[in-house]
């Protein structure tokens, strides 16, 4: 059994609304030393596999068929045995 965690951001350089409003209320809030905040998906899944590279394989699969946009967002993650 394996564990991959997914993360998705929207990519540099793309105005991140959500992020920047996040950031101007921790600064309201005094949190001044706060330089950027950047928001995206965290995605937790366990999955069978025979080995590493297969899971992998399929989790760029899922990414590049319905986890994210690869116009807009980047796709990284990390798989991790399940003991």
């Keep these: 059994m394996w564990l991959v965690k997914i993360y998705i951001t929207l990519k540099k350089g793309l105005l991140d609304a959500q992020g920047k ?19 995206g998906k965290y995605i937790h899944i366990k999955m069978k596999g025979q080995n590493q590279q297969m899971v992998m394989q399929r989790v760029e699969e899922m990414g590049k068929k319905l986890l994210a946009n690869p116009v807009i967002e980047d796709f990284a993650y990390e798989v991790e045995v399940l003991k």
């Design 21 to 39: 409003a996040t950031q101007n209320a921790l600064e309201s809030l005094g949190f001044k030393e706060v330089e950027e905040v950047r928001i």
